[in-house]
């Protein structure tokens, strides 16, 4: 074939044409082109522009997703024009993308502590997780969850609507809970590098922490005789024990910390010594402890004045002094508040608090001005002192000036100017100025090396905290001046992580800070967003009364209770993303360092639609890349989705507006997986989890017998949802589409009825018990009830739902253990139908195609399927081969949802499709549309089919299927043709319209015209389970044994008999296990994650049963009346191996560790070794591999390659192939007899696919 | 005997010329006079609408403006008794009002709009009408057909301008069982009516050409895709495919040839961005009209994934002209790339408002000063806006420029469908572009990331800027977005839409900077930039602007020099309007 030549970054490539420009760049792993509307699986749309490209000689971008190559074309595809072309394309994408990626609480938060998600985890109560979170970023949250300024709430979008969440209780709450400290960090490998904290303060303690837990090793320096900085020395004990902080500073020095105390940077020692001694890197974390002046005469000198942070430190550092009289504070802040209270509390009669502007003004906690109100405390505002009035330089009163406020500059607080001639005096017996703070810097002096800011403070580069001297770091109060003890942990913390750069690298990295959209960065947020939200006043947290605190240092807030935690957890509006972690919208604006603010315009608001049950659409996050809209079109063909309005507000929305739910919607959540951002998401059961580490997991769904490949996202062991988004999954057999069971069904397993442990029922009591307990109970009760009533009074019933290694063990059990071949499943034994149709023909009754091959057929023919609410992918797959040229025929007498797909549509009279397919056959044999050559090569007897066929006649068409004639030509017309690809589909368990003999007739038909065993041609038999193949191969029903080995087969069951140590001669035999338990021949009967009884009518199966066994995952209406309950782990909790329904064997592997410590197979394997020593497995591979050994097609196949492709090519051959005999009583359907609708069977096997 | 043409195109209508049509035919029948009245498409001078044109064998009198009241006087003067109501007459035989209008005009696309009925085949076919049809048939094969056209020069007309020939010959090399010509009639730009003026004037000249297309690349069936705001042009055109099928020029073995051809209409809902040809293809479709990437262009995958033909009706007008006169004539006119002549909608501050058909080379002041009879009012010329949304501005300066495709791209501006808006110098140019913006803003599909916020995002500078609240970076930030939105648009709209910004900045930087750093609109157009003042010496105190003020910002008594309240005005402008006196002005 011809080749095109193209240069690709300077790189040479020869390649085939027909190929987009990302094709090729992809292929040859060139560069990764970023891209939100091109998906592999639609038809190229060209919208987003981020795939832009730049070809020589062109003026102009072109997207690569649609761009084909051509010979000589020279493509760059990172050039700085496309840098920057694409840069701008995301900063306008955001422009217009009115949505918070994280919490406001998260980002206003200095140390970007999650608040969002511990709040979440609260409300799960997984306080350990919450807290773990929290100490990611804030190692002291016992103490920060008393003493915070809570910037987390200022920002809290519910001070829209009543008041913010009280986030800091919260964590207050996990803190106290974990107080006894449960938890503790694994810490990493020890590295060989010292660091001297110099300040066990917050930011101290916070670089500290995060460095011991990376490995290397921390002293703090600390002048005072303990650690703890400010939250010992400036906050009072009434707000924050000392034994409480006490706890959380033992706890982090617990992790290997070295203490040095009463030691004085600058008098003790200096930097260069401790770098000369030996530590690698230098962290100050000094507070700012000296106090400011109020700068009034005398006050040096007179005596009852103190400083608040002096007075505060002086406390806590030797006594409580005995105030009485009157004391005045000057001063706004909490330290003004502090100082106040502990004045109340150490004895004075009355406290006031001058402050020289408004109480909006006032930077105090607004709680703490309110709890030194309620103690009686009052504020003088816009009161300043002008002068001390001291008699022999004893206080006597001060005197004051009335203030004024004016207007500053814009953004500044306003200003308070004296008014002329307000003076006037109050009496005080004390005066405490606590007017701000200052760093004592006086270190530097001695050191001379790092240099300072205007106001004092240490100079860092804010980015890295590092300082003027290369390793030496600083954060806290003496970079920032006194601020906060969470803007201190949040800069320790970053210096932590610079400095573990520095000692990586020899250099100081600047971090890449992450791009987050915020609503408020785009435009202001107005209450009419939040009108449908529910007004929920706030939790107020108990204290101590007034009367009981005053005079004593207790703590006054105690505490949220459990109750009032959830309560307040359930008030998060949850305004970040719930794809945070996975938005490809997101990680784009960090790779190109986007800046919105220069485009930040007109925004469209939309309210997000939750209507719909599963799926959350949230317009505002829409960037129209179409992906859903092409996905619900293209793949679907449902177009429940489109776009609406033109330009600038142009936006996805479900057809003509309307709620989701109510346009034709069918809620396969395929949308969710196609949305590059949160514009569709999936309502999830639980809270959003949105900055948690999401892990994913492969495996199969357990739905139905396609066996789609779905990806498990798991947070932790308990949630977990399914999000096909990677790219293995969308290269699956399912193209990593599913239905709505596959992409939501999943919540069963986050159900909270689980059996938790065995129980035993003895007397009508249930008792919990070990299972090393239950196991041997139920051995001895089986073995009396064989001795009683011989060894055929045991049956054991499987789900299809278990593993080919379950299924196994347990027919086996029944086999070699107990020895009979009372081995079957309800569902089977009771719906069961024409399971061995095509037994005579290919020699086992399944697919004879692989789903893969659907894409090469010319006629696929649905026949007794109901595609859309059963088996949604096949029907996608035929969607798929239909673009491709295929036709559809579908054949059913009611009107499913797939008629108005399917390209003929055969509306036979019910139960006369044998009729169709018996007339086709006779036309076949006469228009000579045979494949002689295939029957030549096996042993058959066209001549039988043709006398048997020779009533048929083609006028029962339209007697007896009431098919007009121009159907039914046109059938004939597609299906005689000899060289035509033909697929036929048919559910064997499906609820729809079915006929008796329908699939032999149609293998018949197959069989005649060589089809099968042949490439992309032949059937696909879908069934109800997703292992109900792999039960059939296992040999878990009577008729078989594993390998479709009947009771006909002498040599198989010799070979299998030899293979099991055990003659099977007299154990493998004729066996009706319905008459028999119906009979109440079976006395015992052990139940394997199935529920007969969730239908009544069922019971009569039970009657003779005098000992039942229920091992099941959760609580059903079978295991309420069983005498022993054994748990068993679900699937994601074990591994195992499932058959879908073109025989490819697929694993499911372990993925959440799960209630117990045992997987199922281990418990059949023990219950088993009781009866038998033939039991001898360690592992699921141990099983498998005898499963390859007794099964007698698996030697053709492998995990995820179907037996069938090599078996058609090699064993098939010695087949001997019989055309099935079809023959059917037309009188039945004799038009003026009275139409049966529904047998007994159809009906139950109805209603029980709805129950289960 | 006498024949009374009415013109009854949109802008004839709109003017009074159906009831001044109804009045006629009242009047002939009361007197029973023996004339033929009939109907009759645009002649172009819209300014002069309603027109009405009186043929004998001797003269052909021409009437303009004229209204009900002006017919009895006309049947009674000029068919009664003869005598030509010489004050209403725009032109006869004898002397021309209007002379240099037609002088300078070469009409081709325009030979029989306003001279035959468009409703009527017979009086087509009288104009040599399907004679081209036949003769391609009958003598040309596909290959000479398609020879021709590329000889002949012919370059699309709805603006791209790509080699007409050229596109036949692509459609007609690509093998398919079937194909399709579609006519783009879904002319979008503000300020344009060619080919309206066509599909009302002579729908038949259309259907003509899209024939002969059809023939040259092997269609078989045909669309006109036009906009349902020109339901006269609908009308006109179901009629003439109806008179076509029943004269078995639509259909099977037209001409008795193997041949076969029939046309459908197409109503587009007046999206602007369907102009694009994969939009309007997708409109066809049934589909949102949302442009999808080329290549695969339309002649190689076009309607529902078959080749296809789209031209503009202009383009497919001028066929059946080239097919009988021959190449030569056509390619003797014009400059060396641009062959023909082009139509132009005349629009803005020009005296004769209205529709020209010039040859290509004309330079764009004979355009303005010989056709269009120079500026309104006799203001200045500043400049002309060309191509609608996706042009630009090509300033006084440049009115020497020839009208040629390559030399007009070169400007920055494009040739585009045909509209010309002339400005004065009362046009503030950020506002221009501004509004061309907002329009190119609104009509994006909104698929594109870049078209559909980038121009939004401009659109917001420019607000800025003409809100007074412009900053000095905004030049560059409209320029760098600019560049990128064409650069990464998937569709002309996109690419072109910064256009306007992009021709002003060009020509007119220094009313930008006026606006951002003195904060003066130099047109004294921009609201927010300018104040009234009433000046005392011209004022007479007459109190027309106190009434004409609607916010009582302007007070003062009778014969006493009023005052204006500035914090009250809202620069509505009534009351400059309303002052006789120049009195009032804006600063």
Redesign the interface.
């Known amino acids: 074939m011809e080749q095109i030549n193209i240069t690709i970054n300077g790189k040479e490539i020869i390649t085939s044409p027909g190929k987009t420009i990302l094709e090729v760049v992809n292929e040859n792993k060139i560069d990764e082109i970023p891209t939100l509307c091109h998906d592999n699986r639609l038809e190229h749309f060209t919208s987003c522009f981020l795939c832009v490209v730049e070809i020589e000689g062109m003026n102009k971008l072109v997207p690569s997703c649609s761009t084909m190559i051509q010979n000589g074309m020279k493509i760059l595809t990172h050039s700085k024009t496309v840098v920057e072309s694409r840069k701008t394309a995301l900063e306008l994408l955001m422009s217009n993308h009115y949505a918070d990626c994280i919490g406001p609480c998260k980002n206003n938060c200095p140390a970007g502590v999650d608040a969002q998600t511990y709040i979440a985890l609260i409300s799960m109560g997984k306080y350990e997780e919450a807290l773990k979170l929290v100490k990611e970023n804030n190692p002291l949250p016992l103490s920060i969850g008393r003493v915070c300024v809570r910037d987390c709430e200022t920002a809290c979008r519910r001070n829209i609507i009543d008041e913010p969440v009280a986030v800091n209780a919260l964590k207050r709450f996990i803190a106290d809970e974990d107080a006894v400290h449960k938890w503790k960090p694994v810490l990493k490998e020890r590295k060989n590098k010292k660091v001297a904290v110099i300040g066990g303060g917050p930011s101290g303690l916070s670089c500290a922490y995060y460095l011991t837990i990376e490995g290397y090793s921390v002293t703090i320096f600390e002048k005072l005789p303990k650690l703890g900085g400010m939250l010992r020395y400036g906050i009072p004990e009434y707000r924050l024990p000392k034994k409480i902080l006490d706890t959380e500073i033992n706890w982090i020095l617990s992790l290997g910390v070295e203490v040095k105390t009463n030691v004085e940077l600058g008098i003790d020692f200096s930097i260069k010594d401790l770098l000369r001694s030996g530590y690698d890197s230098v962290f100050i974390g000094v507070g700012a402890h000296k106090a400011s002046k109020l700068g009034l005469d005398g006050e040096d000198r007179i005596y009852g004045i103190f400083r608040g942070i002096d007075f505060l430190r002086e406390i806590t550092l030797s006594y409580i002094p005995q105030l009485h009289g009157k004391v005045i504070v000057v001063g706004g802040g909490n330290t003004a508040i502090d100082a106040a209270r502990t004045a109340l509390r150490c004895g004075a009669e009355e406290v006031k608090i001058v402050y020289r502007r408004s109480i909006h003004e006032m930077p105090a906690n607004h709680e703490e001005i309110e709890a030194a109100q309620k103690e009686g405390i009052e504020i003088l505002f816009l009161t300043n002192p002008k002068s001390i009035i001291a008699d022999n330089n004893k206080l006597k009163a001060i005197e004051c000036l009335k203030m004024e406020l004016v207007e500053g500059k814009p953004g500044e607080r306003p200003k308070p100017v004296p008014k002329a001639g307000s003076e006037f005096i109050i009496d005080c017996d004390f005066l405490i100025g606590a007017i701000g703070q200052a760093v004592d810097t006086g270190f530097v002096k001695f050191d001379n090396d790092c240099s300072l800011e205007k106001w004092g403070t240490v100079h860092v580069d804010n980015d890295t905290m590092e300082t003027s001297i290369p390793g030496v770091f600083a954060g806290g109060d003496v970079v920032t001046g006194p601020l906060t003890a969470i803007m201190s942990i949040a800069q320790g913390k970053k210096a932590a992580k610079s400095i573990m750069g520095y000692f990586q690298t020899g250099h100081v990295n600047k971090s890449s800070t992450k791009y987050y959209s915020l609503k408020n960065k785009l435009t202001k947020i107005t209450d009419r967003e939040f009108e449908h939200v529910k007004k929920l006043a706030r939790e107020k947290m108990k204290e101590i009364s007034v009367t009981d605190r005053t005079h004593n240092f207790q703590e006054v807030e105690l505490g949220f209770s459990e109750t009032q935690c959830q309560f307040e957890a359930g008030r998060c509006l949850e305004c970040g993303c719930s794809e945070y972690s996975d938005c490809q919208l997101r990680k784009y604006c960090d790779e190109y360092n986007i800046d919105i603010s220069e485009f930040v315009g007109e925004t469209k608001k939309y309210l997000v639609d939750g209507r719909h049950p599963f799926i959350l659409m949230d317009p505002n996050k829409c960037i129209n890349c179409g992906r859903c809209v092409r996905t619900c079109a293209e793949v679907l063909k449902v177009s429940a989705l489109g776009f609406v309005y033109r330009g600038f507000k142009s936006v996805v929305k479900p057809a003509m507006e309307k709620a989701l739910s109510d346009t034709n919607c069918i809620g396969c959540g395929n949308c969710i997986d196609a949305c590059p951002t949160g514009a569709i998401s999936e309502k999830y059961p639980f809270k959003i989890l949105g900055t948690l580490p999401k892990e994913n997991n492969e495996t199969i769904c357990n739905f139905c017998s396609i066996g789609c490949k779905i990806n498990l996202k798991k947070i932790n062991d308990e949630i977990f949802y399914v999000a096909n988004t990677t790219d293995s999954i969308k290269n699956s057999h399912n193209d990593g589409f599913l239905c709505s069971k596959g992409r939501f069904g999943y919540r069963y397993l986050l159900e909270k009825n689980r059996i938790l442990n065995p129980m035993v029922r003895k007397h009508g009591l249930i008792y919990n018990v070990k299972i090393d307990e239950a196991l041997p109970y139920v051995e001895l009760k089986l073995k009396s009830i064989i001795d009683e009533y011989g060894k055929d009074s045991v049956a054991i019933m499987a789900s299809p739902k278990l593993s080919n290694e379950e299924l196994y063990l347990l027919q086996k059990f029944a086999r070699v253990g107990l020895n009979n071949n009372n081995i079957s499943s309800f569902s089977n034994m009771l719906y069961g139908f024409e399971q061995n149709s095509l037994d005579d023909i290919a020699g086992f009754t399944s697919s004879t195609v692989t789903m893969d091959e659907i894409k090469n057929a010319d006629v696929i023919v649905v026949i007794n399927s109901n595609l859309s609410d059963e088996n949604l992918v096949m029907e996608l797959k035929i969607k798929a081969a239909q673009k491709k040229g295929a036709k559809l025929i579908l054949i059913n007498s009611s009107e499913i949802s797939l008629a108005k797909y399917a390209d003929l549509w055969i509306d036979t009279k019910k139960g006369t499709n044998t009729i169709l397919i018996n007339n086709l056959i006779k036309r076949c044999i006469a228009d000579n549309v045979v494949d002689h050559h295939f029957l030549s090569r096996h042993q058959t007897d066209v001549n039988k089919l043709q006398k048997e066929l020779a009533e048929t006649k083609e006028e029962d068409i339209y007697r007896y299927c009431e098919l007009d004639k121009e159907k039914y030509s046109e059938f004939l017309n597609c299906l005689t043709n000899i060289n035509a690809n033909i697929i036929f589909i048919s559910n064997l368990d499906s609820t729809s319209d079915k006929s008796i003999n329908d699939i032999k007739s149609v293998g018949n038909f197959l069989h005649l015209t060589g089809r099968i065993g042949k490439p992309d041609n032949g059937i696909i038999i879908l069934r109800e389970f997703n292992n109900s193949v792999g039960f059939s191969e296992m040999g878990s029903s009577p008729g078989y044994l594993p390998g479709y080995v009947k009771q006909s087969e002498v040599n198989e069951i010799k070979r299998i008999s030899e293979t099991w140590n055990i003659d099977l001669t007299n154990i493998f035999v004729d066996t009706d296990l319905a008459r028999k338990l119906r009979r109440g021949e079976i006395k015992a009967i052990l139940i394997f994650g199935e529920d007969p009884l969730i239908i009544r009518n069922n019971k009569k199966y039970f009657s003779g049963i005098e000992f039942m066994v229920v091992c099941d995952s959760f609580h059903t209406d079978t295991t309420a009346e069983a005498d022993v309950i054994l748990p068993a782990a679900t699937y994601i909790e074990q591994s195992g191996s499932f058959t879908r329904c073109d025989n490819i064997v697929q694993l499911a592997p372990r993925i959440i560790s799960g209630l117990h410590d045992y997987e199922n197979w281990s418990i059949i394997v023990k219950l088993a070794r009781y009866f038998s020593k033939e039991f001898n497995f360690n592992s699921v591979d141990e099983i498998m591999n005898e499963i390859r050994r007794v099964n007698r097609y698996y030697k053709y196949g492998g995990i995820n390659k179907s037996w069938i492709k090599e078996y058609f090519n090699n064993g098939y051959n010695q087949q001997v192939i019989n055309f099935a005999a079809t023959k059917i009583d037309l009188s039945t359907f004799d038009p003026v007899k009275p139409v049966i609708h529904y047998q007994e069977n159809y009906y139950f096997s109805n209603v029980k696919s709805k129950l289960v | 005997m006498k024949k009374i043409k009415v013109g009854l195109g949109t802008c004839g209508i709109s003017a009074g010329g159906q009831l001044v049509f109804e009045k006629f035919k009242e009047e002939l029948k009361l007197k029973n006079i023996d004339a033929e009245l009939s109907e009759t498409g645009c002649m172009g001078m819209c300014y002069e609408e309603a027109l009405v044109e009186i043929e004998d064998d001797k003269n052909d009198v021409l009437y303009s403006k004229v209204t009900v009241d002006k017919v009895g006087r006309i049947i009674n003067d000029h068919l009664i008794n003869g005598n030509p109501v010489n004050d209403w007459i725009i032109k006869s035989n004898e002397f021309s009002k209007e002379e240099s209008f037609f002088k300078n005009q070469k009409r081709i696309v325009l030979r029989n709009c306003g001279v035959i009925n468009p409703s009527s085949i017979d009086e087509y076919i009288a104009n040599d009408g399907y004679k081209a049809i036949q003769k391609v048939i009958e003598k040309y094969t596909r290959d000479e057909v398609i020879d021709i056209i590329i000889n002949s020069g012919l370059r699309g007309r709805g603006g791209g301008g790509f080699s007409t020939g050229l596109k036949w010959k692509f459609a007609k090399s690509t093998q398919s069982d079937k194909k399709y010509v579609i006519c783009n009639a879904d002319e979008g730009d503000p300020g344009a009516f060619m080919d309206r003026s066509v599909l009302e004037g002579d729908p038949h000249s259309v259907l003509e050409g899209m024939m002969i297309a059809a023939y040259a690349i092997g269609a078989d069936e045909g669309f006109i895709y036009c906009r349902a705001e020109y339901p006269l042009a609908i009308k006109r055109l179901r009629n003439a495919l109806n008179q076509c099928r029943s004269r078995g020029l639509l259909g099977e073995k037209i001409f008795g040839s193997h041949f076969n051809f029939d046309i459908k209409i197409k109503e587009g809902a007046g ?1 602007f ?1 369907c102009g694009e040809e994969t939009a309007l293809m997708s409109s066809i479709e049934g589909k ?1 009209g ?1 442009p ?2 080329r ?1 695969p262009f339309p002649a190689q995958k076009g309607l529902w994934g078959k080749p296809t033909n789209i031209n503009n009706v202009e383009t497919y007008a001028n066929v059946p002209w080239i097919i009988l006169n021959g190449l030569q004539e056509f390619a003797a006119m014009g400059t060396e790339k641009s062959k023909g002549t082009k139509v132009f909608a005349l629009a803005g501050k020009v005296k004769r408002t209205g529709l020209v058909e010039v040859p290509m080379g004309m330079t764009i002041n004979e355009i303005i000063f010989d056709v269009g009879g120079g500026i309104k009012d006799n203001r200045k010329f500043k400049a002309v806006q060309m191509g609608g949304p996706s042009g630009g501005c090509i300033p006084a300066s440049m009115g020497d420029l020839k009208i040629d495709y390559d030399e007009i791209t070169k400007t920055g501006a494009i040739m585009g469908s045909g509209g010309l808006i002339i400005l004065d110098d009362t046009t503030c140019m950020v506002d221009l572009a501004k509004y061309f913006l907002n329009f190119t ?10 078209c ?6 401009m659109l ?1 500078i420019l607000e800025r800027i003409t809100d007074g609240n412009g900053k000095e ?1 905004d030049l560059f ?1 409209l320029e ?2 600019a560049q ?1 939105i ?5 569709c002309g709209l996109g ?1 072109t839409a910064p256009n306007p910004v992009l021709t002003t900045l060009k020509y007119f930087r220094e009313e930008y900077e006026a606006h951002i750093f003195d904060k003066k609109c130099p047109a004294h157009n921009c609201p927010s930039l300018i104040t009234y003042h009433i000046v005392l010496e011209y004022c007479k105190g007459c109190g027309v602007c106190i009434k004409a003020c609607p916010t009582g910002s302007i007070t003062g008594n009778k014969k006493e020099i009023p005052v204006l309240n500035e914090s009250l005005c809202i620069k509505c402008g009534k009351c400059y309007d309303a002052c006789k006196l120049d009195a009032i002005i804006k600063v």
């Open positions: 999206a961005v949102r949302v999808k990437l290549p803003q609104l009509e994006s599909c909104g698929k594109c990331t870049f559909r916020i980038g121009t939004k995002r917001e970076r930030l760098d977005l990128k064409k650069m990464a648009s998937l690419q």
